[in-house]
């Protein structure tokens, strides 16, 4: 696999990988951790936008699952991707590496509103930026807020990091016929409803020609690797 040529990517990842070995919450030796694969990512000279998830902390399914609300809690859904982006802001900045964090609900105690314009001279200045809150409405998940961030600041690719390497044509925990794809299109992915990220981002991608990366973040130097098209990956395309 040749060196991709980007210059500004989206790196998605779940909350989940926030956690490191716990149950829950965030393991602040573990975020630490990811914070030096960012910041590796970020020394080959790339812009990078970063969009973490929130299901470490809270779900708003889940609330919805036991009787909640599900606007109110996909609403708490989006305050812990808040908590998950200013625990990555302070792990980043204590590696020296500039950030900033823009959260699609206002907050200007803790953080900055999202500002498109605001945030492209961000990057122009070497900044990573953090987007929080996802798009800030409920029945939203962070995937799509990803695919909605990466499309506004014209990023080459979205890179979903999460716990498999991959896209398979079935589950892999429980398949073990299960067979990776190194690359699929689009609508393979939504036809065969694959678990890669939920419709409306894949849609939102396609319809903007974004490629989406899949690999493993709990392999460590794997986030580099892959930039350098390296590493195991899935790539989700035009066909
Ligand atoms: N959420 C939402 N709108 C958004 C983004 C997130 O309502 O635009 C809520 C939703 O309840 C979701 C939760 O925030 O379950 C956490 O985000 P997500 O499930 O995407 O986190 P991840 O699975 O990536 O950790």
Known sequence: ????????????????????????????????ELAKEVKEAKETGLQLCLVIGGGNIF?????????????????????????????????????????????????DKVCEPVIRRRAERHLEKGRVVIFAAGVGAPYFTTDSGAALRAAEMRC?????????????????????????????????????????????????????DIPIVVFSIREKGNLAKVLRGEGTQTIVRKG
């Open 156 to 208: 080459d690719a979205l890179l979903k990091g999460t716990s498999v390497d991959g896209v398979y044509d079935c589950d892999p925990k429980t398949n073990r016929s299960a067979k990776r794809y190194n690359s699929v299109d689009y609508d393979t992915v939504l036809a065969q409803n694959l678990r890669v990220m939920d419709a409306s981002a894949v849609a939102l991608c396609r319809d903007n």
């Open 59 to 107: 779900r708003g399914m889940a609330g919805a699952a036991k009787g909640m609300d599900r606007a109110q809690a996909d609403y708490m859904g989006m305050l812990a991707t808040v908590m998950n982006a200013l625990a990555m802001q302070n792990a980043l900045e204590q590696l020296g590496v500039p950030t900033r964090v823009q959260s699609a609900i206002e907050m």
């Open 1 to 32: 696999m040749s060196k991709p040529d980007y210059k500004r990517v989206l790196l998605k990842l779940s909350g989940e990988v926030l956690m490191g070995n716990q149950q829950f919450g965030i393991d602040p030796e573990f975020v630490a």
